[in-house]
């Protein structure tokens, strides 16, 4: 199994951004969360600045758009050129809609799930999306402790993917450090966001233990 590791930029220094997605340079992806003060109590960056991180990131972007209305917002992000744009269902007024948009228009398409929304209403759509994002934590602040009870809904879409023979990504957010990527490669999570436990170090070496963490522990299926 792949395993990816993407650093959150938000437990990055903001004022020098540029250098900071040099520090991550052996990570799969870096995750950029976009977040409005309105779908989530906290405001961090938007679409120009966003644009501007694409120029200057030798890496992917794994855009998390924790915002109101997706549907009229999320198309810009993937139209900038990044590589994959999550959007939440809870906020989403046409899910598959938005998610055939923004494969139409060249990235890959994200659904990311709440702590406390069921993954149930998502499993006849696995095709339609590109990955699958657990929150293992409240969206909205960084530093948050990892939520274990979200590991039963991680491994329902585990099995629902395998199962499919899709390929989906299964995304988690939120406290994942060395000891909770275990519980959640286990859980069938295959992409991790990480941003403390790797901004807070040598982020080269903190990704590379975070590599071996979860590869030293694949998904038990069943």
Excluded: C
């Excluded at 960056?45 to 890496?59: D, H, K, N, T, Y």
Aim: no cysteine.
């Amino acid at each position: 199994m792949v395993t990816r590791i993407n650093p959150s930029i938000l437990a990055a220094d903001f004022a020098n951004l540029e250098s900071e997605f040099g520090r991550i340079s052996s990570a799969d992806l870096a995750h950029v969360d976009v977040m409005d003060n309105h779908f989530v109590p906290n405001l961090t960056l938007g679409l120009p600045i966003v644009e501007r991180l694409l120029q200057v990131s030798a890496i992917p972007l794994d855009i998390h758009l924790m915002i109101e209305d997706p549907d009229r917002w999320a198309p810009a992000y993937a139209e900038a050129g990044a590589y994959s744009v999550t959007f939440h269902a809870e906020a989403a007024a046409d899910a598959v809609g938005l998610a055939r948009r923004l494969r139409q228009i060249g990235a890959r398409a994200g659904i990311a799930l709440k702590p406390g929304t069921p993954v149930e209403p998502y499993l006849e759509l696995l095709a339609e999306f590109d990955q699958v994002l657990v929150m293992t934590v409240e969206p909205g602040f960084g530093g948050q402790s990892f939520l274990a009870s979200t590991m039963p809904k991680l491994s329902v879409l585990a099995d629902a993917v395998r199962a499919s023979g899709l390929d989906v990504w299964l995304q988690v957010d939120g406290g994942i450090t060395e000891d909770t990527i275990v519980q959640a490669a286990e859980a069938g999570a295959d992409t991790f966001v990480a941003g403390s436990s790797v901004f807070n170090g040598n982020p080269a070496d903190r990704i590379a233990a975070l590599r071996a963490a979860a590869e030293a522990h694949p998904h038990r299926h069943g």
